[in-house]
């Protein structure tokens, strides 16, 4: 059995942090799966390190589905979390629900969806239908990028309590945890002590009561970007390069295929053929 939200949040009760690592495709899913992350978040960074887009706004809800898809049929522990896309959920509390089934149907066991205070009544007319809901505050790629770009948040006194508001708001909405991006260490460890559900941080520092790492940047495969808070485990990047030089030099070469690689047909088969053609 996945584990549950439920779990989720009683890790934070046990003082167990929580690791979430993105996943998009089946293969690495299945890995991510097999190396007992806690939670697998289908996050809408797809955008970019699936994709190729410069950004997540031109992420839709089919692309979403067919993500969370494919990591569903790859899970077996992790409880799988699917983030709703840009101008999925801010139209109306309607196309809410509606895409929060979606994501769903799809195979993903809660949504994620940005906003402080302004969402509350979104999320809880989702988490109301029966959907748990995870909250994204700070940094909020959706949208604060259009206007700041990257920054840290909460680095005044004033940003630090609305985001510290924006927390108790959306714990008060029933999200079951919050992704706090690029808060400043300081704020992202009061967030965490303030609130009941976990805090999951990336770029947050070590306060939150989990880490979350697009899966990309953890194993050294996306160059585009190198953020300062995500530590690289490999340079798989490097290593699949390699790989794929020494592949094409093969195939030049006509070292590969080798014998072992291919697959013979029955000698008196081939007689017959040989026969048969001329040969
Ligand atoms: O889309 C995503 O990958 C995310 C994480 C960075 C939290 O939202």
């Not at 797809?46 to 992420?59: C, D, K, R």
């Not at 700041?148 to 945890?177: C, H, M, N, P, W």
């Not at 965490?192 to 939150?208: F, Q």
């Amino acid at each position: 059995m996945h584990k549950s939200t439920q779990d989720i949040i009683n890790m934070k009760k046990r003082k167990e942090k929580i690791s979430v690592v993105t996943g998009y495709d089946y293969t690495l899913a299945s890995l991510c799966d097999k190396a007992q992350v806690d939670v697998l978040l289908v996050g809408d960074s797809a955008g970019m390190v699936m994709l190729g887009y410069e950004n997540t706004i031109p992420v839709t809800m089919d692309q979403m589905c067919m993500f969370t898809e494919a990591v569903s049929r790859a899970r077996k522990n992790s409880l799988l979390v699917s983030d709703l896309p840009f101008m999925s959920y801010q139209t109306s509390i309607e196309d809410a629900i509606r895409n929060s089934g979606k994501l769903i149907k799809a195979g993903a066991d809660a949504v994620k969806l940005e906003g402080g205070s302004v969402m509350a009544e979104t999320i809880s007319s989702i988490v109301d239908v029966g959907i748990p809901v995870m909250g994204h505050i700070g940094l909020q790629p959706q949208t604060t990028v259009l206007s700041q770009g990257y920054k840290v948040q909460g680095k005044t006194k004033d940003t630090a309590l609305r985001l510290i508001e924006d927390a108790k708001k959306l714990e008060e909405a029933g999200v079951f945890s919050i992704v706090l991006e690029m808060v400043s260490h300081e704020v992202a460890e009061i967030i965490s002590e303030t609130i009941n559900v976990p805090a999951i941080g990336i770029g947050s520092g070590l306060g939150c009561d989990g880490q979350v790492l697009v899966v990309q940047d953890l194993l050294g495969m996306y160059d585009k970007i190198k953020p300062k808070f995500a530590k690289r485990y490999m340079n798989l990047s490097e290593d699949i390069v390699k790989s794929l030089e020494s592949y094409r030099e093969d195939v030049a070469s006509g070292t590969f295929p080798a014998e072992e690689n291919w697959f013979l047909m029955d000698e008196d088969e081939l007689k017959k053929l040989r026969e048969h053609i001329g040969g």
